[in-house]
């Protein structure tokens, strides 16, 4: 076994999950994520906590969907009863076929698990990780080899020290009232509230990789342009541009995937709605693979995501954006006369922030 | 898809596991038994039932176990929360290498998952049946082809008739008080009282492939060979003779792994006394193939278990032989001067029952 899959393990059973002895566990194994799910149940055993393994088979998801009504009315008991009673679960996506839900439509796939199942499953201590597999290294455009260095990068950081680093950012996010991303090149002019917000610094406690610092805007206002292209809900989008009026979209392009980005802010009343602003901090991340898990990490990038927000952020009692999606969109920060300010001072240059060396801002 | 998958899916969901709408599944696929998980998913789908699909990997749970201390005090609430609201439980073997657990004591493998765990699975309506690898091909001897055609022979039946052939064994042991077995050729002859006992049909709702008649009996006096290999606890053993008075195992011997039988029934006081006669009836069986899911039913056999008793083959409220163990002995009733008798009547003859064309009893 190629040691990395070990470390990453170890990453995720002692750092990201926390996992004592006697927590109760579910290692939640993608169809190609085999290898890694024997690391981590030995990772497991050496803790001494217990684990339910699952089976996350897309294929074995598809086939049973299909046959289906789809009339979910009831809430399966013995899942509800697994999740209700599970302390951490550690989701190990491992596609062999980043297609298999090609065709199965995003209201069936949103419909199952049942909503009271997906509130058990997110009420426990979750992580979620990628395995390599080929089928990401293809969505990736990447050789099977450079894709594993690629995502033991991304994961196997010194996830203490970089907490460190992105409490700067949270601080500065936490004191500010007014945040404005400007882009020279592309005509990016966006202004947003997060006055009264907390942000919270993704330190690989949930997704793996992490390394993102996020908070709930309001009140949006101009034009966004995003470069990174990406895949929503099974479909090509790139080039998409966003104008704001009042903290709502009020006018939309894309150069690719016009009519499933129409049909994304389509969905409820809240999709036209921002849900998040997210800082990407992960240096292990070098390029753009059309994997959200990793794109929104990768330092030098901001992500809005359209839809529902992270209660997280907000003042107690206070109720964010609801919607049925919750749809990142990122943009990047590295090109030139590109601008991050907080409150007017400049905080990120060209995609280096001011603690960075080569800040020029 | 081999359309066979598809058939031996229909037959778990539909005969073996009577699942109806609403009821709560767990699919429980081996590493190698994924298409014939999807083929069941496509037919719970079908069905209108609801599914937890779990990971039954031997390599997962080897590397679990050697790395826990395997002190199992507590019994996980997230597993046994799972089987005691599950209603059926369709376990699909399919091993990838059938060797896994070479490694890891007897003992420790009793010892996980918790007893508790393992009485609230027994108490759902289980099935258990294997999806047909290159691994199970291998410990047959046999091609990957071959070995899947056999497994479908097995296990394709019409079980509905088949049941109505096994109903008239049943109710010549029910009436019966004593079963004699004769083998002129390795000297077997022995008798055991089957008084006041109930014959169970094996029909494919619980093993699957299944065929065969199976009681309880007592007072086993007398010498059998077995001539069929096998591997107990992982060590080939063959050409087994037991000698019982009053019951007890009171001289054994063995051609191959003698030390292997000899631990086997050292294993605890029940271990050396019988828990099971079962004669074997599927004619989809033609070959031994070291699995005793397959070996124990075929048409032609006799196998004896030494260790635990089925309850259900007892009067209400008597309780049968205890042991950890319930291991089965298979004796080839094919050969020459071989006779199956009940009450002094020969009611198989060489391999053929009094009812088939060809008895010559």
Redesign the interface.
């Known amino acids: 076994m190629d040691e990395r899959i070990r470390e990453h393990a170890a990453v995720l059973v002692e750092w990201s999950g926390s996992i004592k002895a ?1 927590n ?1 566990v ?2 939640a ?1 993608g ?1 190609g994520a ?1 290898e890694l ?3 981590v ?6 803790v ?1 906590a ?8 897309d ?3 598809r ?7 789809c009339d979910f009315d ?1 809430t ?12 951490s679960v550690l989701l190990l996506v491992g596609s062999r076929n980043t297609a298999t839900f090609a065709d199965v439509p995003q209201e069936v796939r949103h419909a199952w698990p049942t909503e009271a199942v997906r509130e058990a499953w997110l009420a426990t201590d979750w992580v979620k990780t990628v395995h390599p597999t080929r089928a990401h290294a293809q969505q990736a455009g990447m050789t099977y080899e450079a894709y594993q260095d690629f995502v033991y990068d991304a994961v196997l950081r010194d996830w203490g020290a970089f907490a460190d680093e992105m409490a700067e950012l949270k601080t500065l996010l936490d004191a500010g009232s007014e945040v404005r991303i400007v882009k020279g090149m592309d005509d990016t002019d966006i202004t947003m509230s997060i006055e009264g917000r907390k942000a919270v610094i993704a330190d690989g406690s949930g997704n793996l990789p992490s390394g993102e610092v996020y908070t709930v805007p309001s009140d949006t206002t101009g034009e966004v342009y995003f470069d990174v292209p990406m895949t929503v809900q099974g479909r090509r989008v790139q080039g998409v541009r966003l104008r704001f009026e009042d903290g709502e979209v009020v006018d939309h392009a894309a150069e690719t995937g016009e009519t499933a980005l129409g049909e994304l802010l389509e969905t409820d009343a809240g999709a036209r709605r921002l849900g998040e602003l997210g800082v990407g901090m992960n240096r292990g991340i070098d390029r753009f693979t059309d994997n959200i898990l990793f794109d929104e990490k990768m330092d030098g990038t901001v992500h809005l995501a359209v839809g529902s927000a992270y209660n997280e952020c907000l003042p107690d009692g206070e109720k964010g954006n609801q919607s049925a999606i919750h749809t990142d969109l990122i943009t990047d920060m590295t090109r030139e006369e590109t601008r991050l300010e907080v409150d007017g001072e400049v905080i990120q240059c060209n995609g280096t922030f001011r603690w960075e060396e080569g800040f020029d801002g």
Chains 1, 2 share one sequence.
Do not use: F, N
């Open positions: 006697g109760d579910v290692i194994v169809e085999h799910g024997v690391a149940a030995e990772k497991l055993g050496a001494g217990h684990p339910v393994t699952t089976y996350v088979s294929e074995i998801e086939a049973y969907l299909r046959a289906h009504d009831e399966p008991a013995h899942e509800l009863a697994l999740y209700e009673e599970t302390d």
